[in-house]
């Protein structure tokens, strides 16, 4: 049995009564590094302890590091193992199976307890950060163990990304003899310090909502409530799911728009404008006690799962992959024939789009219409016939103009958006 002593900063004060008592009584002392102010207190009672600084050069990353330091220890005759920060907040313990843990103060609650900050602040060890478990600007935040230069250069990058270079953060440290001190620094200026060691510590106070660096979908959940509150927007509080509906139908299509120029810039500030219409809806489902964000998010999340058997439940998926996702599809809506599947498209969808999805749904269905030729045959008899140039006359003559264009593999709605383009071109040449 190895039992993992939770020694803080690692000082002889955070220990508890019950450490101290492990400590003296056991075997084998193992400290995680010599780094650790309490190797001084061993030493002036002159009980014997190993290192495992070895370990650290000999791994080249944490996954190893910790795997090697597991390996070790289970070798030992049941260790006391001494590490920084509670016990329970440390990776190499959390892969420790046969193992008793004696908590101590947390690295994060050593550096709050010195700031003088009472806070619920979100804990988040260097490791973590770089496996990308990131600190939210929605809360107090401090990150623990800095222990070099690099680690903090690694992490100023990564925190730069959601806080900006130049947000305040308060660097805190302590020295091997457990002196304390802090120092108000921008996050620029994190691997610019004196002293690394595992106590090193920075504390990130959540952001005044007009000094966030970059808003994310919660804050935009935020704005839009607002807007609809009754103290909000006079127009966006009065907003239904049905006098929306134009608006999302727009938005979309400037995305369209944004991607055919190649427009980057555009694309994601158009896509933002499709978020704010979903966002919108959920926020007046919310309002009328229909759906909010949250089963929006649940339900695609779990369509995309039932969709994917292959990917993730590991089923062996026979066949081809798109014929599968069309049947999950038909399952999940319970449509049973291929007039219900073609029911199903929506009437409000572009008829060139609409009549495409309807003559590739009867395809997958094994019904074939006129190969190319023939098709090409029935629009040639259509416009030589003696007829009234009517709507359905016409509907005829363009529908079999889609049918055509999917069975030479063209997309209908692209090649008239594309002819459309071309004729204002050239347009432009005349006064």
Known sequence: MIVVIGAGSGKKENLTLDAFNAIKNAETVVLKTEKMPIANMLNEEKIPYITLDHIYEESNDFDELN?????????????????????????????????????????????????????????????????????????????????????????????????????????????????????????????????????????????????????????????????CSKDGCP??????????????????????????KDDIYSL??????????????????????????????????????HRHPNIFNNKNIQGNLNDNWEQLKKEEKGLNTTYEVMKDIPQCMASLMRAQKILHKNEKAGIFFNNKSQTIDKITDLINEQKDFDEQYLGDILFELVKLCSQCGVNPELALYKKIESFIQEQSKNP
Not at 70 to 95: A, C, E, M, Q
Not at 129 to 135: A, C, H, S, T, Y
Not at 288 to 300: K, L, P, S
């Open 268 to 305: 994601y500030d158009e896509l933002g404008d499709v978020l704010y219409q979903i966002v919108f809806h959920s926020c007046i489902g919310k309002k009328c006690g229909e759906f909010d964000f949250n089963d929006i998010t649940d339900a695609i999340s779990r369509k995309m799962i």
């Open 67 to 227: 795997k090697n330091i597991k390996d070790f220890l289970i070798n030992l005759d049941s260790p006391v193992y001494v590490v920084h920060g509670s016990g329970l907040d440390d990776t190499s313990v959390r892969l420790l199976q046969d193992k008793i843990v004696l908590p101590g103060v947390s690295l994060s609650n050593c550096a709050l307890a010195f700031l003088n900050i009472s806070t619920d602040a979100k804990s988040y060890t260097t490791t973590e950060v770089l496996e990308g478990f990131l600190p939210s600007q929605h809360t107090d935040n401090i990150i623990t163990c800095i222990d070099s230069d690099l680690l903090a250069s690694e992490v100023k990058c990564i925190l730069a990304e959601i806080f900006g270079d130049e947000y305040p953060v308060i660097f805190y440290t302590e020295d091997f003899d457990g002196n304390q001190e802090k120092k108000d620094i921008l996050l620029y200026e994190l691997d610019m310090q004196k002293n690394y060691n595992h106590t090193t510590s920075i504390y990130i106070k959540k952001p005044d909502f007009d000094d966030v660096y970059k808003y994310d979908c919660l804050h935009l959940l935020n704005i839009m409530e607002k807007l």
């Open 235 to 260: 127009w966006d509080s009065t907003q239904t799911h049905v006098s929306l509906r134009p608006y999302l139908i727009e938005e979309a299509y400037e995305v369209l728009d944004a991607i055919n």
